[in-house]
Structure formats: structure tokens, C-alpha cells
T-cell receptor, first 107, second 112 residues
């Protein structure tokens, strides 16, 4: 099956700083998403981005499908951005998650 | 429709008991997924339905696990003869093609 590698595994940021999270896939994927897991465990959709670039407020994502990676950019980070960020990708039936990037934003 | 709904939110059970979880997907979504997540790990795929048909099942899903989606609407995940290793968050997601998956709040199972 597809292997999903996320980096970095842990990240500590000062409030206001920018960051880039990366996701590499071992094979081509037909769908790709970024999620934020809140402290209560729910996975919140950030982007559905099998290719191209999307932006939503302070967050943006870029997927280069031909090179099998995706990037999530967080600008002007806030303490509420803290949590675990997952990317997930795969075919039309099974989607595989990475182990996540644990982000802590400190005031 | 406010999203994917899972019940119960928390379940504590004694080892050896059976438990059943329910997932109500977003109404127009024909695909439904179950995942399991343990502490510090990403969600692991368990099984997938398209409408009422169970099209894929992970090797993680032992014979003690069974999932159904009667009439292609809500889904249930049953675990028989629970073991302590079954303690985890069980997540349900639904999607319609091209939109990505939307997850419920999960059911946290603790087997004591």
C-alpha cells in the first residue's frame, strides 16, 4: 500500500511565525487531504488538494502530484493553530494517513 | 445536515463484552469509511462502503470486527469479545466523489 511520510514530526513556533509542513507519498495518489486534529480528537478538513494550490485565510497548500508531495503553509501562526496536522492520500477506496506533525504555538 | 455523527462519544466496557458503534454520514455521501486511531498514531483504515456494499476491509479487522451499512445509510461497527488492545478512537468518515472525506467526532473505546 501507499506509504505517507510527514515532516517534521514535531514543531514549536513562536506566535506570529510562519511554518511549512511536508507530506511525501510513495506512489501517485488520486486524492489528498490535509486535516487538523483538535484536542478533542476530531479531524477538521483543511484542504482537499490532489493537485495545485489552494488558500484559506492564513493557511495554504500546494500539491505537486508528479513529484508525489504536498506542502501546508501556516502564516502568522496563532496559539489556536496548535494540534496535530495530518495529510492523507490514496486511491478512490482507501486513504492512508501519515503519523502527523504535532505543532505547538507558544505566546 | 450538520455533518457526520457518531454515537456514543465514549464507551467503557469490560474485556470480553461486545460493543456496537453507530455512524450517520452526511446524507448525500455514498462512501463511508471506518478508521481506528491509537495515541500518537495517525488513523488506520479499517473498512470502506460504497452505498451498502462493503468494498474493502483491512487485515487489521479481525474476525471479531464486523461492519454493516444497511440500505446505504447509517453504518454500525461491532466488536465482539473485546480485548484491551481494542482500546482506541474509532472514527467514521463519509464523502462524495471529488470533495474529500469529512470525519465525525469519533467514539473513544476503553476496554478495562
Amino acid at each position: 500500500g501507499i506509504q505517507v511520510e510527514q515532516s517534521p514530526p514535531d514543531l514549536i513556533l513562536q506566535e506570529g511565525a510562519n511554518s511549512t509542513l511536508r507530506c511525501n507519498f510513495s506512489d501517485s495518489v488520486n486524492n489528498l487531504q490535509w486535516f487538523h486534529q483538535n484536542p478533542w480528537g476530531q479531524l477538521i478538513n483543511l484542504f482537499y488538494i490532489p493537485s495545485g494550490t489552494k488558500q484559506n485565510g492564513r493557511l495554504s497548500a500546494t500539491t505537486v502530484a508528479t513529484e508525489r508531495y504536498s506542502l501546508l503553509y501556516i502564516s502568522s501562526s496563532q496559539t489556536t493553530d496548535s494540534g496535530v496536522y495530518f495529510c492523507a492520500g490514496g486511491g478512490y477506496q482507501k486513504v492512508t494517513f501519515g503519523i502527523g506533525t504535532k505543532l505547538q504555538v507558544i505566546p | 445536515d450538520t455533518g457526520v455523527s457518531q454515537n456514543p462519544r465514549h464507551k467503557i466496557t469490560k474485556r470480553g463484552q461486545n460493543v456496537t458503534f453507530r455512524c450517520d454520514p452526511i446524507s448525500e455521501h455514498n462512501r463511508l469509511y471506518w478508521y481506528r486511531q491509537t495515541l500518537g498514531q495517525g488513523p488506520e483504515f479499517l473498512t470502506y462502503f460504497q452505498n451498502e456494499a462493503q468494498l474493502e476491509k483491512s487485515r487489521l479487522l479481525s474476525d471479531r470486527f464486523s461492519a454493516e451499512r444497511p440500505k446505504g445509510s447509517f453504518s454500525t461497527l461491532e466488536i465482539q469479545r473485546t480485548e484491551q488492545g481494542d482500546s482506541a478512537m474509532y472514527l467514521c468518515a463519509s464523502l462524495v466523489g471529488g470533495s474529500g472525506a469529512f470525519f465525525g467526532q469519533g467514539t473513544r473505546l476503553t476496554v478495562v
